[in-house]
Each structure stands twice: as structure tokens, then as C-alpha cells.
């Protein structure tokens, strides 16, 4: 995390929120032994491990970061640059539009809030 936070802030995006969550992705929680299974779909013993066990949650961490449309494809570039390994689990980045946001002291709405 204090990569991405560095790494985040160098590129002129030092404002984020950051949360520990519970989550998983395609491989069910389940890491290497549902690597394992892709790589070797013919091994029955992992097979079965991998139909027998319950799907697990992990925990992981989760980055709210809204920007403005032309500091959107940086911050993308930036955070895949410092948490890209290929492996699975590496994550994944939602790009959606926010309608607005508005600054709660002074009630100034627009992009100039978010810098």
C-alpha cells in the first residue's frame, strides 16, 4: 500500500481513501491450488480439493480515487505500474463517471473540488 500511496502522490494524485476489505475473484479465494487446476486442468487430486473447499474471502485493500477525465488514464497507468506482479490477484480498476461532487465547508461543487 505505501507504494501505491507514494507512487499515487509523485504523480500529482496524493488525495485517495483506503479501506480494508473482504473479498475474491474468479479463483475463489483458493490462490495457488486454483492456479494449479488451469495449469493442469488433468490433476484430479486438486480437482477435487478445489470442489470440495468453500469458497474463502481474503483480505485485500480497496482504493477510492475520483479524478478528473484527464487525470484518469495516469491514475490507471499508475496504479497498474506499482501493483501489476501477473499473477492472479493483482486486482482490478472500476472506471466510472461521477455526476458531481461537492466540497461539504464551503459548498463548491464541480472538478475544482477535487484538487
Given at each position: 500500500?505505501?507504494?501505491t500511496?507514494?507512487?499515487?502522490?509523485?504523480?500529482?494524485?496524493?488525495?485517495?481513501?483506503?479501506?480494508?476489505?473482504?473479498?475474491?475473484?474468479?479463483?475463489?479465494?483458493?490462490?495457488?491450488?486454483?492456479?494449479?487446476?488451469?495449469?493442469?486442468?488433468?490433476n484430479?487430486?486438486?480437482?477435487?480439493?478445489?470442489?470440495?473447499?468453500?469458497?474463502?474471502?481474503?483480505?485485500?485493500?480497496?482504493?477510492?480515487?475520483?479524478?478528473?477525465?484527464?487525470?484518469?488514464?495516469?491514475?490507471?497507468?499508475?496504479?497498474?505500474?506499482?501493483?501489476?506482479?501477473?499473477?492472479?490477484?493483482?486486482?482490478?480498476?472500476?472506471?466510472?463517471?461521477?455526476?458531481?461532487?461537492?466540497?461539504?465547508?464551503?459548498?463548491?461543487?464541480?472538478?475544482?473540488?477535487?484538487?
Amino acid at each position: 500500500m505505501n507504494e501505491t500511496k507514494i507512487a499515487l502522490s509523485d504523480a500529482g494524485l496524493p488525495s485517495f481513501t483506503a479501506m480494508g476489505v473482504m473479498g475474491r475473484g474468479y479463483g475463489r479465494g483458493l490462490g495457488p491450488t486454483f492456479a494449479a487446476t488451469k495449469a493442469d486442468p488433468d490433476n484430479k487430486e486438486l480437482l477435487v480439493q478445489l470442489a470440495s473447499s468453500e469458497p474463502r474471502l481474503k483480505s485485500k485493500r480497496m482504493i477510492t480515487l475520483v479524478v478528473t477525465d484527464d487525470k484518469k488514464d495516469l491514475a490507471v497507468e499508475t496504479i497498474i505500474k506499482v501493483n501489476q506482479t501477473a499473477n492472479s490477484g493483482d486486482g482490478k480498476i472500476f472506471v466510472v463517471d461521477a455526476i458531481d461532487s461537492v466540497r461539504v465547508r464551503t459548498g463548491e461543487k464541480g472538478d475544482s473540488t477535487l484538487d
